[in-house]
């Protein structure tokens, strides 16, 4: 894969069969994930916080040629551990097997706001819930033919680093800079999964994505009031691409057939704003093992998800 192939999302191969878990699926990126994957045969879970949201995105799908039957709006709210192990039992239930997990739900910079279990928004949303999510789910991705995750961080991640003795920010919150530790740690998450499958020798892959600069409502809806003057007002019309392009990196990951487990898949444009995907650096600070064991051993305390020793 180059830039200069400029692979786009009618090279998706078919996906009849296969069961997905989108998470934020009713909006941006992740509507724009369900679409293309929908469209091209698949059975998607849109796991999304407001269902009536969800059954109206899905509806849309429908009417632009998506088949009803293979679109299922779940409540999945991911910053409520509560709601993710009901999802997951919910899902268990329902599929014998799950196909390919897209972490992609998050939130961008709202004012200090804790989640019901006591931690910081964003590191719940953000990081938190899909950890514990993807936890839950292993046993649904083992059972499938080349499971995939992919969970979605952001070029944000290299600004990012990991305050383990202030997580919560009572001593100093700062919504970008929190923004950015969840994207960090979104990334040492993905890394630190990827090496935990290897060494136990999981069929699953687990992949990183990232959507460059795209125009979404995340940078309008929740972001406090700087953030999303800079951002939603200024930055998404002058140099944001639309989510069906922010889409593409994960939409590759998660269906391109040369992605290995490992890879970070993000445009290939200048500062990787924007452009067809293409594998990209990952910092080395969040490819750094220590801290990945770091996080991976309090993410565990902290959702209380043991995964498969490794």
């Known amino acids: ?51 009536e949201k969800g059954r109206a995105a899905a509806a849309g799908l429908a009417a632009a040629g998506a088949e009803p039957g293979l679109l299922d709006v779940r409540r999945l709210d991911l910053a409520d551990l509560d709601s993710v192990r009901a999802f997951a039992d919910r899902m268990r239930a329902e599929h014998p097997r799950l196909d390919v997990l897209v972490n992609n739900a998050g939130v961008l910079a709202p004012p200090r706001t804790l989640s019901p279990q006591g931690h910081e928004l964003q590191f719940a949303v953000n990081h938190l819930g899909h950890f514990a999510l993807t936890g839950l789910l292993l046993d649904l991705l083992a059972a499938s033919r080349e499971p995939r995750v992919v969970t979605v961080s952001s070029i944000n ?11 919560a920010g009572e001593r100093d919150y700062a919504p970008m800079a929190f923004y950015n530790q969840s994207k960090f740690a979104n ?4 890394r630190e999964l990827h090496r935990r499958l290897v060494a136990t020798r999981s069929p699953v892959r687990a992949v990183l994505a990232h959507p460059g600069y795209t125009a979404t409502n995340l940078q309008t809806k929740d972001t406090s009031g700087l953030a999303r003057l800079v951002l939603g007002y200024v930055g998404n019309p002058l140099l944001a691409q639309r989510p069906e392009r922010g889409a593409l990196p994960q939409l590759y990951a998660a269906t391109a057939t040369d992605v290995t487990g490992g890879d970070f898949i993000g445009p290939g444009g200048p500062a990787e704003l924007r452009g067809a995907p293409t594998r990209v650096r990952l910092s080395d600070a ?23 020793d490794a």
């Open 1 to 51: 894969m180059t830039r200069k192939q400029r692979w786009t999302a009618d090279l998706i191969p078919d996906q009849t069969g296969r069961v997905f878990v989108v998470t934020g699926a009713n909006s941006g990126l992740g509507l724009a994930t369900t679409r293309a994957l929908a469209l091209r045969g698949a059975h998607v879970v849109l796991a999304v916080r407001d269902e």
């Open 157 to 167: 991640h290299r600004q990012g680093s990991l305050r383990f003795d202030d997580l």
């Open 187 to 190: 990334a040492v998450f993905g």
């Open 286 to 308: 969040a490819a750094d093992p220590a801290t990945g064991r770091r996080l991976w051993e309090l993410s565990e305390h902290l959702t209380e998800v043991r995964y498969p």
